[in-house]
C-alpha cells in the first residue's frame, strides 16, 4: 500500500505543479492586459497570447473572463492586505509603519499593473469588490485604526484621525504604480529604476513618520 500511495503521489505531483504554474502564468498574464486595455476591453485571445498558452487552458482553469477577472481581483486583495499585518498592538509604530510603507511601495514597484486593475474596479463603480470593501476591508480597516488610536492613547504617536491616515499612505504608494509614467516623466526618466524607488520610499517612509509624530531615520548615505 505505501508503494502505491508513493507512485500516486510521483504520478500527481507534477500535474500539481503544472496546474499551478500555468495558473499563476494565466493570471499574471491577466493583470497585465486587465491594466492595460480594461475589463471591457480585455480578451481571453489576448490573455492567452500574452500567457503564451492556447485560449481552451484559460477557459479550462477560470472558465470565463469575468471568472478570470475576480480572480485577478483576489489575488490583488491578497497581495495588498498581507503588509497591514505589521500594524500590531505590541509593535513598535516607527518600524511598524516603515515596514508597512515599504511593502506598499515594493507592490508599487513591482505590480503596477496590481494597483491600476484595482483603480479601474473603483473607478468603474466597484461592482466586483463592493461586498468586500463594505465588509471585509472596513472591518480591517476599522481593526488598523483601532491599533493606531491605541498607540496615540499611549503616546507612542502624535494624535491623528488613523482612518484618514491610512487612507494618505494609500494614496501615495499607490501613486507611484497608478501614475508610474507620470512620476517618471517629471523626474526626466524613461522608467524608474530600483534606485529610484529606493530613494522614493526613504522619503516617503520620513513624511509618514513625521505626519505620526515618530523620529525618522537617519539620512541615507
Known sequence: MATTENTDLQ???????????????????????????????????????RAGLPKANLHYYFGTKEDLYRAVLDN??????APIDSLRPDADPAAALTAY?????????SRPAASKVFANEILHGAAQVQEFLAKDLRRLVDAKAAVIDGWIA?????????????????????????FNVQVAALLGRKKLTRSDFDRITREVVRMVLRAAGLPEPPPHP
Open 11 to 49: 504520478d500527481t505531483a507534477p500535474q500539481g505543479r503544472i496546474r499551478r504554474e500555468n495558473r499563476e502564468r494565466i493570471l499574471k498574464a491577466a493583470e497585465l492586459v486587465f491594466a492595460e486595455a480594461g475589463r471591457a476591453g480585455a480578451t481571453m485571445a489576448d490573455i492567452a497570447e
Open 76 to 81: 490583488i486583495l491578497r497581495l495588498w492586505l
Open 101 to 109: 510603507v515599504a511593502a506598499k511601495m515594493e507592490a508599487s514597484r
Open 154 to 178: 499611549a503616546g507612542r504617536m502624535a494624535p491623528l484621525d488613523a482612518r484618514q491616515f491610512l487612507f494618505m499612505i494609500w494614496a501615495v504608494t499607490q501613486h507611484y504604480a497608478d
